[in-house]
Structures are given as C-alpha cells and as structure tokens.
C-alpha cells in the first residue's frame, strides 16, 4: 500500500507589482532595476528593494544561465520513469541523494502514479547513458525497473512558474 505526504507551503501573498516583477525575472534574471522600473511603472529604487524582498524571502530559490546542451557536448536528453523495490525511507533518502549528486541529473521528481521518480537527464550519446544506468539503476538493488524515453526535439524548456497577484 502507498502512502505519502503532500507538504504544501502557505503561498506568499503576491500583489500585482510582485506577480509582475517575477514573471519578468523568471525571464531575464539580469535585468537591471533600472530596466524593470519602466515595465511596472516603480522608480528604479523601489524595483531594487522589491527584488530584494522577493530574493530575500525565499521565492526567488535561485537564478540560472540556460544552457544549449549541445554546445557544451550533452545533446542527449533523457525522461526516465524509475521504479523502486521498496519505498522505505532510508531507500528513498538514499535514492534521493544519489540523484541530487548525480551531475547528469537534470531535475528528479519524487511522483505518485506508475513509477516512484521521473528524471530529466542529459548524456553526451547513449554510451554516457549506458555507463549512468550501469552505475545508478544496475548498481543498486532496490531499483526494480526503469523505463526511458529520449527527447526527439525540445519543444519547449522552462522553469518558469506563472505568478499571478492574489
């Protein structure tokens, strides 16, 4: 029998200049204060301490460059679906940080429905992909089954969360 916990955040209260100053940095995470001020009407010092607040809170949980993948050699993009033998907590939490450490591993969603994890991995070609499997799936017991799909084409890679005022 599966049981989990759903642990759910109150969400912050985001008024209008919030909900706009973070769709537009979940866009552009360098634009300066100064070029945001003319997007949401606030003078320049207002958009600093307004981001400042926000980052400061937690909500901003980090700003990143987006990487073309294969330009930097990783033009391989893999969904895989895990299974786990047991889902004991000491065999989750071990899971879990074999995949935080693994730098081939892109996001890790610990999910509810056919398999226990998604991943979203990237691999130079499928002799990389091979050498992961055989270090992170075969290698460990109480990974029962894995089912991958390789990504024909992106269609569209974001993070980014539609933020609207309360």
């Known amino acids: 029998m599966l049981s989990f916990t759903l642990n759910f955040r109150k969400p912050a209260r985001t008024d209008r200049l919030d909900a706009q100053t973070l769709n537009i940095l979940q866009h552009n995470a360098r634009i300066t204060a100064e070029a945001m001020s003319h997007q949401v009407g606030l003078s320049p010092d207002a958009c600093r301490k307004r981001m400042a607040r926000l ?3 937690g909500i901003i949980k980090a700003e990143i460059a987006v990487l073309d993948p294969t330009s930097v050699g990783r033009g391989l993009t893999l969904i895989v ?18 995949m935080q450490t693994a ?16 991943l979203i991995l990237s691999a130079r070609d499928m002799a990389d992909f091979k050498a992961f499997t055989r270090h992170h799936f075969f290698a ?4 029962l089954r894995f089912r ?5 084409d992106r269609v569209k890679t974001s993070l980014a969360v539609p933020v609207i005022a309360d």
């Open 55 to 57: 980052r400061g809170s």
């Open 81 to 98: 679906e895990v299974t786990l033998q047991n889902e004991l907590k000491a065999d989750l939490d071990r899971f879990k940080t074999a």
């Open 103 to 118: 730098p081939e591993v892109m996001q890790c969603h610990y999910v509810t429905g056919n398999a226990d994890f998604i």
């Open 140 to 143: 460990e017991d109480n990974v």
């Open 148 to 152: 991958t799909s390789a990504v024909m």
